[in-house]
């Protein structure tokens, strides 16, 4: 091989070495930043992931709103009318935080089965339901159906 040739090969090889390098810190990049949705339901089956960051939606059960007195964690339970799921969440409730009525909340699942938000938010009017939650709980219902 001549020392042209040489040098074009070990130039090639580097520029393919850095397109490499780089798309991989890329996916690297984007899937950490991935929010996947999952129903209670499949939070019951085990599909959703422990100690990872994603979203779950459904419905705050009414009654199930606890609220300790020396603090801002809010403990309730979030349904699809399947399963159920406990939500703890450290923080201030969105104004239009109520019972029997569409959330998501973005957070990670404890060992015990609990799911920890870190984010909770609330649909904005009365017609409003987030497409993951109405989705979610069309599913539910066709399960409990059959």
Same mark, same amino acid.
């Given at each position: 091989?001549?020392?042209?040739?040489?040098?074009?090969?070990?130039?090639?090889?580097?520029?393919?070495?850095?397109?490499?390098?780089?798309?991989?810190?890329?996916?690297?990049?984007? +899937?950490? +930043?991935? +929010?996947?949705?999952?129903?209670?339901? &499949?939070?019951?089956?085990?599909?959703?992931? !422990?100690?990872?960051?994603?979203? !779950?939606?459904?419905?705050?059960?009414?009654?199930?709103?606890?609220?300790?007195?020396?603090?801002?964690?809010?403990?309730?339970?979030?349904?699809?009318?399947? &399963?159920?799921?406990?939500?703890?969440?450290?923080?201030?409730?969105?104004?239009?935080?109520?019972?029997?009525?569409?959330?998501?909340? &973005?957070?990670?699942?404890?060992?015990?089965?609990?799911?920890?938000?870190?984010?909770? !938010?609330?649909?904005?009017?009365?017609?409003?339901?987030?497409?993951?939650?109405?989705?979610?709980?069309?599913?539910?219902? &066709?399960?409990?159906?059959?």
């Amino acid at each position: 091989m001549t020392p042209r040739r040489r040098q074009r090969f070990i130039l090639a090889g580097l520029l393919v070495l850095g397109v490499a390098v780089s798309i991989s810190l890329a996916l690297i990049a984007l +899937n950490k +930043n991935i +929010n996947l949705f999952f129903s209670p339901t &499949q939070v019951a089956a085990g599909e959703a992931p !422990l100690n990872s960051t994603f979203r !779950l939606g459904g419905m705050v059960v009414p009654g199930s709103v606890r609220r300790p007195e020396d603090g801002l964690i809010v403990a309730f339970d979030l349904t699809d009318t399947v &399963q159920t799921v406990t939500v703890v969440y450290k923080g201030i409730l969105p104004d239009l935080f109520r019972e029997n009525q569409g959330i998501v909340a &973005q957070g990670r699942l404890l060992t015990d089965g609990t799911f920890e938000a870190q984010q909770v !938010l609330a649909k904005h009017d009365e017609n409003y339901m987030p497409p993951e939650v109405a989705d979610a709980l069309e599913k539910a219902r &066709q399960m409990g159906l059959k």
